[in-house]
């Protein structure tokens, strides 16, 4: 079974502080993601990497960072976190499954920016 | 401008009959569809994908189907039980540079079976 495990469920943060949101999958996946889910927006795609410090941005990129120095680890970065970042994030990877690459989330974690 | 829509935002159904979840898209290069659900405070979770060159696809109660010219996709869920009522999320795989590849998602549609 693909695992993909993130460091919280729950995390509360102050205005201004930096934030870190950890990812491990154990898969050796090649594509990592973090989303943001909010209601009425669906997943939103923040960053991705599909090789290890290869990063690109997705569609909402503003106000975060990404790190990915090993192949099984892919961290989002809040460099100053603020109230409109409250939401619930997500991590994924991927491989590729009869031509179509799913993608396999984990828990995610519940962010709240006071 | 949104490629991949859910336009129903909610959709409750009785035990037993048929929920259908509709889907439409707008980027003629999309490769593959894949339906996700979702409970609250989870991950969402695959459930089944189409691929473009293809019209139907079914895995046990759940079949989708993909009708190109019209960019239109459906989930089929015959019979729905409750411990279906979650949110799902239809999404659309586009290829990247070197083979790899992103999902856009829909905005989700939360489907109730009532009992």
């Known amino acids: 079974d693909v695992k993909v495990t993130q460091s919280s469920r729950y995390l509360v943060k102050r205005t201004g502080e930096k934030v870190f949101l950890e990812c491990v999958q154990d898969m050796d996946h090649e594509n990592m993601f973090w989303y943001r889910q909010d209601p009425g927006l669906g997943l939103r795609l923040i960053y991705f990497?599909?090789?290890?410090?290869?990063?690109e941005k997705g569609d909402i990129p503003e106000g975060y960072s990404v790190s990915r120095e090993k192949k099984e680890r892919f961290s989002l970065i809040l460099e100053s976190a603020s109230t409109n970042q409250t939401s619930m994030y997500l991590c994924a990877s991927s491989f590729l499954v009869g031509g179509a690459y799913e993608q396999y989330f984990g828990p995610g974690t519940r962010l709240t920016v006071t | 401008d949104q490629q991949v829509k859910q336009n129903s935002p909610s959709l409750s159904v009785q035990e037993g009959r048929i929920s259908i979840l509709n889907c439409d898209y707008t980027?003629?290069?999309?490769?593959?569809f894949l339906w996700y659900k979702k409970y609250p405070a989870e991950g969402p979770t695959f459930l089944i994908s189409?691929?473009?060159?293809?019209d139907k696809n079914e895995d046990g109660r759940f079949t989708v189907f993909l009708n190109k010219s019209a960019k239109h996709l459906s989930l089929h869920i015959v019979p729905s039980q409750p411990g279906d009522s979650a949110v799902y999320f239809c999404?659309?795989?586009?290829?990247?540079?070197?083979?790899?590849?992103?999902?856009?998602f829909g905005k989700g549609t939360k489907l109730t079976v009532n009992p």
């Open positions: 980027n003629s290069m999309f490769d593959y």
């Open positions: 990497s599909y090789d290890v410090k290869m990063k």
């Open positions: 189409i691929s473009s060159i293809k």
């Open positions: 999404a659309a795989s586009v290829s990247f540079q070197g083979g790899s590849e992103k999902l856009v």
